[in-house]
Structure formats: structure tokens, C-alpha cells
């Protein structure tokens, strides 16, 4: 596969090693006549944690697998700490750990084991290899279980050696495709306190999900990616910002009212609100309307047992951005496809 060469010289510059972690711009990827990744341009500095928000199909994974040097991008450039994904993937690849959807350890090792068998494999004296598998199990509260085989491991304690795995060579970046996956809330809120832990630490992360609460507790900035291009960025507020409209609840303390609440908040607001466990909920855009609300409700004898005024979710703005949920699904028939093809790129690469 021919890959265009870069507009930009490959050799990094110092001012852009020590600002940006991650420059991208135009990446772009086919499958057949799916476009994976359509023009999208990244920049990270370096110290922050990036939120990649998007529905499955969206181009996320693809994006992960380009700067990670695992795929060859069709057009576009991407650069790692000043190296060309392309042209210098050896440098990039010693400066990053990778952490996937699901769990790459190998069950019949112990967790002692499969630390030190990644520090051997980064050529690691055996005994370095060994203090440092010793240092991220007490790191990750695994050091009880480090002489027991992975396969003996919770889903949570193996989503947690897995990403101790990635750090065994002191990654300056690191990417963490949808790591939560499948973890129940529990083991979701430790691995979240994990990563807090890493970007305190200075540690440059990428973190693709699909949740929106978690690039909303993580993540310093936000991007959102649908059909393979970025459709929006910024902090989490900015992004909440972008929609106009702050979100009025009303929740009726007799559940007999809720008729004449959705007809007070519809023709106040001059839209339909929507209606979910006896809460009324409508798009406010002018805040100077939610006092004739509660004094049409007043005048009406309804009592609101619940009212509030607060900021779009991410997930309002997602809707807003996309006309469709984060959850509702968004792979398109051509994932399974598109999957096993980039599994053959890098077997080849």
C-alpha cells in the first residue's frame, strides 16, 4: 500500500516535542467504500488527557490504531512527540504504551509473570524487569494477586494488569481505547481513579469512549468523532456551551398534574418537552421564561415536588451535534470488514 509522503519535515522540532504530544491533520483511512477516517485533524498537548468521544463505527478505534502505529494512514500525517507516525513508527512506538478494549494479557502467566515478561521484551535486565512488575502491582493493588494466574483475575483486576502492562516501558503517551468496556460501575470508578492518577503524573493520554460521563470526569478536552470525522471540540463545558439551551426539569409532587406540566412547559418553551419516570424536561433557551412557568403552575394549584435549571449533558449535546445518542448503537454493517482488515495491516506492519 502506497502512503503519501508527509507536506511536513519529519524531523521534530523542539518547540513542537515539548508543546504537542500528538499532531495530526487530514488523517484520513478507507475500507472499501467506507471511510474510517475522513480529514481528521488532532492536536493534544502534552500533559493533558484527550476525550474521543463517538459511537461505535465512528472512526475512534481506527484513529487509535494510525497514531499508534499499527495502521498505515491513505492520506494525512500524524506525528507523536515531533516523529512521523510513518516514517519514524520505531520512534514513536518506544515512547507509547497501548491499552485496547479488551484485555491483552496472557491468562495462563501470573501477573508477576506477564510484567516481566513485557520489561524482557523491552529489553529490560531481568531484574530491572522484576522491580518494575513489582512496582505497578503495588501501584494497581495487585500485588496479593501477582503470583496467581491472570486467568484467575476479576474483569477489573485484569483490565488493571493489562494497563499496568502498558506502562512497564515508562510510556510518555498513552492510549486507552475504550478501556472501561464491560467493566461493571465498581471496577469502572477504580480504573477512572487510575488514570487520574497517570495524568497527575504527567503522563500524555487518549482516551476513546463511548461513555459520556467518563470523558466528562476525565477528560481535559473533548472531541467527537461521527463518520470518521470530527464534528466538534473543547472542553467539556465549551461543548455544553455550544447548544444555546440550558435544560428545565419539572416533576409534579401529585403524579395527576404531569398532563398540565407538559402543556404549561410546552407552550411556555413553544416546544414539546419530553417525559421520562413523571419528569418533565424541556430545552430552555431563555432563562427569563422559567418564572412564568412556575406562575402559570401557581396560578393552576400544581406544586413542583423537583424544578431545576441546569447546563446541557454531553449526551444532549452529542444529540444536538448528531441527531442520535452516544448509545444508540452507530455501528454501520461494514465494522466486521473493516476490523479484520486492519487486523491483516498490522500483521503486516
Known sequence: MSVPSSRVDPTPKREEIM????????????????KALD?????????RLLGVLGPNGAGKTTAVRVLATLLKPDAGHARVAGFDVVKQAHQVRSLIGLTGQYAAV?????????????????????????RRAAELLDRFDLTEAGGRAAKTFSGGMRRRLDLAASLVG???LLFLDEPTTGLDPRSRADLWAVVRGLR????TVLLTTQYLEEADQLADDIVVFDHGKVIARG???ELKATTGAQVLEVRPLRASHLDVVVGVVGDVLGSAPEI????VTGSVRDPALVPAIVRRLDDLGVVAAELSLRKSSLDEVFLALTGHRADDGGAD??????????????VAI
Open 235 to 237: 472542553t467539556s463545558d
Open 170 to 172: 515508562h510510556p510518555q
Open 39 to 47: 480529514g481528521v485533524d488532532l492536536e493534544v498537548p502534552r500533559g
Open 333 to 346: 454493517s461494514h465494522d466486521d470488514t473493516r476490523d479484520s482488515t486492519a487486523r491483516k495491516e498490522e
Open 200 to 203: 497527575d503524573d504527567g503522563v
Open 19 to 34: 508543546t504537542y504530544a500528538i499532531q495530526a491533520e487530514g488523517l484520513a483511512k478507507r475500507y472499501g467504500e467506507t
Open 106 to 130: 496472557d491468562e495462563a502467566l501470573t501477573g508477576v509473570e506477564n510484567l516481566v515478561m513485557i520489561g524482557r521484551l523491552l529489553d529490560m535486565p531481568r531484574a530491572e524487569a522484576k
Open 276 to 279: 421520562a419516570g413523571g419528569l
